[in-house]
């Protein structure tokens, strides 16, 4: 119904920058929200942000704050997240997640379809 495809991770050092990418397809963008997860080696996996539907931005994970900013554009039906001063606390596979409500509860079990993931390492 909605088919996810994350890019745009690398391998970086501590301050540098990546802007990822999640390319929406299956359903008109703007009938759902967007996030974006993490999940560290040996961690759960964390939520970050979230674009929603309606176009209103969550709060960020305190840990990010200040450093990464989500963007949604609807004529590429692309959100992105741009990530700056990465830090190596910030090393984990991102995922990108769609879900059908506006207001969808900010952990995993609130999204309905999830990307494959995008890989971000940050060395010291």
């Known amino acids: 119904q909605v088919q996810l495809v994350e890019s745009g991770g690398g391998w970086v050092q501590t301050g540098d920058s990546l802007r990822l990418s999640c390319a929406a397809s299956?359903?008109?963008?703007?009938?759902?929200?967007m996030g974006w997860f993490r999940q560290a080696p040996g961690k759960e996996r964390e939520f970050v942000v979230a674009?929603?539907?309606?176009?209103?931005?969550?709060s960020y994970v305190e840990s990010v704050k200040g450093r990464f900013t989500i963007s949604r554009d609807y004529a590429k039906n692309t959100v992105y997240l741009q990530m700056d001063s990465l830090k190596p606390e910030d090393t984990a596979v991102y995922y990108c997640?769609?879900?059908?409500?506006?207001?969808?509860?900010?952990?995993?079990?609130?999204?309905?379809?999830w990307g494959q993931g995008t890989q971000v390492t940050v060395s010291s």
């Open positions: 997640a769609a879900a059908l409500m506006i207001f969808p509860p900010l952990t995993p079990a609130g999204f309905d379809y």
């Open positions: 299956g359903r008109p963008f703007t009938s759902y929200s």
């Open positions: 674009i929603r539907r309606n176009g209103s931005i969550t």
